[in-house]
Every structure is written in C-alpha cells, then in structure tokens.
T-cell receptor, first 112, second 113 residues
Framework: SQTIHQWPATLVQPVGSPLSLECTVE??????LYWYRQAAGRGLQLLFY??????ISSEVPQNLSASRPQDRQFILSSKKLLLSDSGFYLC???????????FGDGTRLSIL | GENVEQHPSTLSVQEGDSAVIKCTYS??????FPWYKQELGKRPQLIID?????GEKKDQRIAVTLNKTAKHFSLHITETQPEDSAVYFC????????????FGKGTKLTVNP
C-alpha cells in the first residue's frame, strides 16, 4: 500500500533562517505531488505541485521554492524565512487523474 | 472557473441531528468531487468522493449528492455524533491538464452532546 512521510513534525525557526521540509511517498510510481500551507483556522493554500521529476508549478509568488530531485521525493525550501511563513505545511500525493489526494501528517512551522 | 464556494462556514448541531454542507463550483468540466475531514491539528482525510457519472453516493452515515446542471454538490451526515466534530472541506478537480484539486474554505462542524 502507499504511504507518505513528511518530516519534521514540528519546527521552530528564527526569521531569516533557511528552511528545508521533505516529503517522500512509498508504494507508487510517478505520483503527482503537492505542497499546501494552512494558516491557523484557515483553508488549504496550494503552494506548489509537480507532475514529474524536475517539473514544478508554483501557485503563489513568495519566498518559498520546491524541488523534486527524485520520483517520490518533494522538497520545500526557503533561503530566508519570514514571520508570515508560519503555518501548517502539508504534503500530498495523487496517482492517476480523478483520484483523491492523500495528505501527509504535516509540519507545524513557527517563525520567531 | 476554478473557485468553489462552500457554505456554511460554521455549523452547530445537536447529537443525532443531520448536518448538510453545500459547495458550488463554476467549471462545467469538473468531474471529480472529494470531501475531506480534518480534526484539530491533524491532516485532512478523505471521507467520501463522487464522480460525475453518478448523482449520489452513500457510505453508512455519510452521503454525497451531485447536481451537475446546477453545479453544486453536498455532504450529508445523518445521526451525528460528537466525533463528527471537525472541519470539512469540499474539493473538485480542475480540468485542462492542471492536475489540481481546488478546495473550499471549509466548514467547522460542532456536534453538541
């Protein structure tokens, strides 16, 4: 069966520091991969998605970036974090079209 | 054509009552509609989904109805229980090869014992 791993579960970072969040999927090949951010008590904001290795689509302009170095690995990065980057970051994967997305357990990021 | 409107934003019911959440979309080419439940501090989890070739789908106390002509779909929870309390998100797939799910803003459901 397919599983999705996301780490770390929580992270506290100072303003201006770099960021790297990693997500990996097991049990499937060539998945669509997604990064979402969720502010406290708010909805799901799609940040990036990828349909294949090296293919990244950005949904919103920001100081975050994403990379997909391997088929089942999706990385969210920042060179310099802002206070507004705080939130709950969720990775998700989906197989073929018209199939549901499945979410990882998320990373709760606090910027101080 | 991507947006989906979800109502209500909050819903409070007594245990045993029914709860209905409605979503409206504008992309007539959308053909897949999942619903997610997110408990506090947890990840969203798929609870039910429907494709455009059917008008209704039921799984125990949960049902989803789809009206493609009116472009709306609804989640129905019967005999609500306190553990149904959570935020519920509707979504639909955008077309044109974008491979994205567009989510509603969520409904916070509270079931009072």
């Amino acid at each position: 069966s397919q599983t999705i791993h996301q780490w770390p579960a929580t992270l506290v970072q100072p303003v201006g520091s770099p960021l790297s969040l990693e997500c990996t999927v097991e049990g499937t090949s060539n998945p669509n991969l997604y990064w979402y951010r969720q502010a406290a008590g708010r909805g799901l904001q799609l940040l990036f998605y990828s349909v294949g290795i090296g293919q990244i689509s950005s949904e919103v302009p920001q100081n975050l970036s994403a990379s997909r170095p391997q088929d089942r690995q999706f990385i969210l990065s920042s060179k310099k974090l802002l206070l507004s980057d705080s939130g709950f970051y969720l990775c998700a994967w989906r197989g073929s079209s018209n199939q549901p997305q499945h979410f990882g357990d998320g990373t709760r990021l606090s910027i101080l | 054509g991507e947006n989906v409107e979800q109502h209500p934003s909050t819903l409070s019911v007594q245990e045993g009552d029914s709860a209905v959440i409605k979503c409206t979309y504008s992309d007539s080419a959308s053909n897949y509609f999942p619903w997610y439940k997110q408990e506090l501090g947890k990840r969203p989890q798929l609870i039910i989904d429907i494709r455009s070739n059917v008008g209704e789908k039921k799984d125990q106390r949960i049902a989803v109805t789809l009206n493609k002509t009116a472009k709306h779909f609804s989640l129905h929870i019967t005999e609500t229980q306190p553990e149904d309390s959570a935020v519920y998100f509707c979504a639909h797939v955008t077309q044109g090869g974008s491979e994205k799910l567009v989510f509603g803003k969520g409904t916070k459901l509270t079931v009072n014992p």
